[in-house]
């Protein structure tokens, strides 16, 4: 997989990074000042036989075809649109156009740094001759990806294999003793499901697995790992990722509100566009999985937080303080979800949480206070909340089939609709102009 063939760059494209360059966010491809194409074109149209009758989403029209079963999506900090399917990860413009598939084997998870660095969660097949000549290892992996958006040559910079991955698994017996087909608990058993940027470009990777023994030396299945960038001796940033810590205070095991039992997805709070700086906050969102057991809250929030014993990691309960009088429904109502499986935060001034629930069918819309929903507009009448949240299985322009990944960019909601093989996109009929 390291010697992935990159093919000519369109001179689009390479505009397209040029203009990414400039401070002046107007000169990216695709804003209003754009001469190539407007912003209706862009975002889509809505579609006037599918107007929201009272506040709520609204499909842009036409949805993204020509998927393979779409797994994940984001928008990048370099702007563009990022999707992972059946094929591997597919670079598009947002107005959908594609310029590039880079082929990765079942990819699931895409995510990218603010240094432009893309981060896929997929597999990778290599032999351990150690272990048995004769045997290929179907293994999870993170890729770490540079110019992947065409700004140069097109390089895997490092390959994050498990169970190599693992610190907690330095020794050769650690790293080998479950590379055995006749284990239930194998390896090759073991997924990588997501990957969330912090503001420092250090990532968060979230697995899980079969092997949840606690109390032992080596990390279990079900957790979050955290990696940093190598540097060499003078800081200058060599690429290359290594595992810092893997947050054990999360339950492999038993649903909690700091549990990761089965996890689906992680994201940060850290999210396009670009800017000169972030906020330090390691806070993080999980999804968790395994739709067969009961898990009264399956969408949890972790915070990071410095104690005079160093950094620890707690649950968030101040969601559960849910205030009836300003919304009907919230992120921690028990059994809210069945199987969420993408996440994703609005990095502007709303600061709300997306969550697409595969076994619903739906896409759901929470505040960061925890409150489903949206604000009454101004001159309503109404002193809730309004629920945009939607959905059910269909392929109708507000139904999904097993929606598998959600983005947010510039008021403009992305959908990974899985068995549709498409992506579909939205906006709030209040965001019209």
């Known amino acids: 997989m390291r010697n992935v063939q990159n093919k000519p760059i369109l001179w689009l494209a390479a505009l397209l990074f040029a203009a990414a360059a400039l401070p002046a966010c107007d000169t990216i491809f695709g804003t209003k000042n754009d001469t190539m194409t407007d912003e209706i074109f862009e975002e889509g149209r809505q579609d006037p036989d599918l ?3 009272e506040v709520g989403y609204a499909a842009l029209v036409p949805f993204w075809d020509g998927f393979d079963q779409p797994t994940d999506i984001t928008v990048g900090f370099d702007e563009l649109v990022y999707v992972t399917d059946s094929e591997g990860v597919h670079v598009l413009d947002r107005a959908g156009r594609r310029y590039k598939t880079i082929p990765l084997r079942g990819a699931v998870s895409v995510v990218q740094d603010r240094l432009l660095n893309l981060y896929v969660s997929a597999r990778y097949d290599t032999v351990i001759t150690a272990v048995n000549p004769d045997i290929t290892w179907d293994l999870a992996a993170v ?41 239930v608990d194998n390896d090759e058993l073991v997924q990588v499901t997501g990957v969330a940027v912090l503001a420092n470009n250090d990532i968060y ?19 979050v790992l955290i990696y940093t960038e190598n540097r060499d001796a003078q800081g200058n940033r060599l690429g290359t990722m290594r595992n810092t810590a893997q947050i054990r205070t999360l339950n492999p095991n ?3 509100l700091l549990s990761a039992v089965s996890v689906n997805d992680i994201t940060t709070f850290i999210a396009p566009p670009q ?7 390691l806070n993080f969102l999980v999804a968790q999985g395994a739709p067969d057991r009961e898990i009264p809250f399956r969408v949890l929030w972790v915070n990071a937080v410095q104690t005079p014993d160093g950094l620890e990691y707690r649950s968030n309960p101040t969601l559960l303080a849910r205030d009836t009088s300003r919304a ?18 609005t990095a502007d001034a709303r600061a709300q949480i997306l969550v697409v629930d595969a076994a619903t069918d739906s896409l759901y819309l929470f505040q960061s206070n925890g409150i ?3 604000n009454p507009p101004p001159g309503s009448q109404q002193t809730k909340a309004i629920n945009v949240s939607f959905g059910g299985k269909g392929n ?11 983005a947010y960019f510039r008021r403009v909601v992305y959908v990974a609709d899985k068995n549709n093989n498409r992506i579909a996109r939205y906006k709030l009929n209040t965001d019209f102009e």
């Open 51 to 53: 107007i929201v009758e």
């Open 143 to 183: 890729y770490k990806i540079r110019n992947a958006n065409g700004a140069g040559d097109l390089q895997i910079v490092d390959i994050l294999v498990h169970p190599f991955m693992d610190a907690s698994r330095s020794t050769t017996i650690s790293q080998r003793f479950r590379l055995d087909r006749n284990r």
């Open 205 to 223: 990777v979230s697995r899980r697995g079969p092997r949840n023994q606690s109390g032992q030396a080596v990390a279990v299945d079900n957790t």
């Open 254 to 256: 038993t649903p909690s």
């Open 275 to 281: 800017r000169d700086s972030f906020s330090p906050d």
């Open 328 to 345: 009907n429904s919230f992120l921690y109502d028990q059994n809210k979800f069945r199987n969420p499986t993408g996440i994703a935060y």
């Open 372 to 374: 489903e929903g949206i």
């Open 396 to 406: 109708g322009p507000r139904q999904f089939d097993e929606p598998s990944g959600v």
